[in-house]
């Protein structure tokens, strides 16, 4: 009998092994790429102008000597996210229509989030894409255009996350059902809860952020826009975390299929 796990006879790896597989690869590359290329691009740039202080990785990037390798790999990272978050919310939306006995209101989340998510990351690709290809001083309006689909985009993925996370933890018996499989873990989706909540809120705090450094608030603007620049690369490496912490589920599902 197949299960939940995608194995169909013991001894053998049915397809969810193998996209498994591939999503986990697909997304621990995207994941530490990005995080390297926006420590490496901000080192690059402060290394051949001291004398600048605190940069936005938007100025950071604007360095030629960085700025195309750092397109190519963000551009790349954001295909694979696409691919991988794919499968971790169609692996949600594929449980959903078999669970047992879902509470019917909170099934229609399992079944709208993930769609929801998939949809909004591939605007985040798109928008990764168009923040690093086009660059100051030349491409300020494309650029801009790049930040604001990654910002919002990714901002409201991690909300998706958030209530898909709360819609399991009020469903107990789903909750139960999924662990007893070894596919879900409630202490991780209880994490992934309120990592998002925090993600959330420091999402709102950017924002603020955002508008503030624009306003003559003397003798604040510097420390305003201090501020902003690192709570600019604290967002996106929250991000990047709250992703990675669904991997937990992948890594569980492949558990599950070794075992069945």
């Known amino acids: 009998m197949t299960d ?48 600048w202080g605190p940069v936005t990785v938007s100025r950071a990037i604007s360095d030629p000597t960085v700025g195309p390798h750092f397109a190519f790999w963000v551009t790349l990272s954001g295909a694979l996210l696409a691919f991988g978050v794919f499968f971790n919310a169609g692996f949600y939306a594929w449980t959903a229509r078999r669970l047992p006995a879902p509470r019917r209101a909170l099934l229609a989340i399992w079944l709208a989030t ?32 790049g930040s604001y689909m990654f910002f919002v985009a990714q901002a409201l993925v991690v909300m998706g996350g958030t209530v898909l996370s709360q819609a399991i933890l009020r469903d107990p018996g789903s909750l139960r059902w999924l662990e007893d499989l070894g596919v879900i873990q409630e202490r991780l989706v209880r994490l992934r809860r309120n990592f ?31 501020a902003y620049t690192n709570v600019e690369l604290a967002l996106i490496l929250c991000f990047l975390i709250f992703l990675g912490l669904f991997q937990s589920d992948l890594l569980a599902l492949r558990r599950a299929q070794r075992r069945s």
């Open 196 to 226: 998002g909540i925090f993600c959330i809120s420091l999402t709102v705090f950017y924002v603020f952020l955002f508008k503030a450094k624009n306003v003559d608030l003397n003798p604040l603007n510097e420390e305003i826009y201090i």
């Open 4 to 51: 939940i796990a995608g194995s169909s006879d013991r001894g053998k790896r049915g397809p969810l092994h193998w996209l498994s597989l591939l999503a986990l690869a697909a997304n621990a590359v995207a994941l530490v790429t990005v995080a390297y290329w926006l420590f490496r691009a901000r080192a690059v740039f402060l290394a051949a102008n001291p004398d």
């Open 114 to 145: 993930p769609p929801a998510i998939i949809a909004l990351q591939a605007v985040s690709g798109v928008g990764m894409h168009y923040l690093s290809a086009f660059r100051f001083p030349d491409h300020h309006a494309e650029h801009m255009a």
